[in-house]
């Protein structure tokens, strides 16, 4: 069974650009979470997405947005980059009601 | 909202038993859980326990919950240099989950 995929591995912007970074989740959850890990900082809840709909967010600014497509996959979208949003992005996905997220293997942002 | 800490870093030789503490706030999270992080990868869940429970065993994975002074610890018995990783404690229920910031685990061989 394929686990959780998420894509670019790396990605490299500049201050001011927009990022968008995708994720995959496993056959049969519908459920796909998003969180930051910073430097030092441990993960940082983002978003959550259930059947389409955003169910809860983090303590982040609006630039950071996502979506949830039909077939679960999910998008998250950061505007305005500033350097302190270089980070690794972690996308997890879960069965509905499941209490056991699964990682991917993140997305790398730096932000020059 | 729920906080969860945990320590920084901890150094253990080899064959030695590794014991991770981790301590949460809010006493109405549903499930305890223990991820594993390995250089350059995601997170892999290693266990959980539910809230209900005092203690679960998996091969050489123990982890022993104190419900009272809201207490989780990990310990991983004969630990092997490939048990070198970030280990992440996680409080919460399906609506969300708290993560700690993760003690780093040095296997001296």
């Known amino acids: 069974e394929a686990g959780v995929t998420q894509s670019p591995t790396h990605l490299i912007k500049t201050r001011g650009q927009q990022a968008t970074l995708r994720c995959s989740p496993i056959?049969?959850?519908?459920?796909v979470y998003w969180y930051q890990q910073a430097l030092g900082l441990g993960l940082q809840f983002l978003l959550w997405?259930?059947?389409?709909?955003?169910?809860n967010r983090g303590n982040f600014p609006p630039r950071f947005s996502g979506r949830q497509f039909p077939n679960y996959s999910s998008e998250l979208n950061v505007n305005a980059l500033e350097l302190e949003d270089s980070a690794l992005y972690l996308c997890?996905?879960?069965?509905?009601?499941?209490?056991?997220?699964?990682f991917g293997p993140g997305t790398r942002l730096t932000v020059t | 909202g729920e906080d969860v800490e945990q320590s920084l870093f901890l150094s253990v030789r080899e064959g030695d038993s590794s014991v991770i503490n981790c301590t949460y706030t809010?006493?109405?999270?549903?499930?305890l859980y223990w991820y594993k992080q390995e250089p350059g990868a995601g997170l892999q869940l290693l266990t959980y326990?539910?809230?209900?429970?005092d203690m679960k065993q998996d091969q050489r994975l123990t982890v022993l919950l104190n419900k009272k002074d809201k207490h989780l610890s990990l310990r991983i018995a004969d630990t092997q240099t490939g048990d070198s990783a970030i280990y992440f404690c996680?409080?919460?229920?399906?609506?969300?989950?708290?993560f700690g910031t993760g003690t780093k685990l040095q296997v001296i061989p």
């Open positions: 997890a996905s879960s069965l509905r009601d499941g209490y056991e997220q699964y």
């Open positions: 056959s049969g959850h519908t459920s």
């Open positions: 997405y259930d059947e389409g709909e955003e169910r």
């Open positions: 809010d006493s109405s999270s549903t499930y």
């Open positions: 326990i539910f809230s209900n429970m």
């Open positions: 996680a409080a919460g229920g399906y609506q969300k989950v708290t």
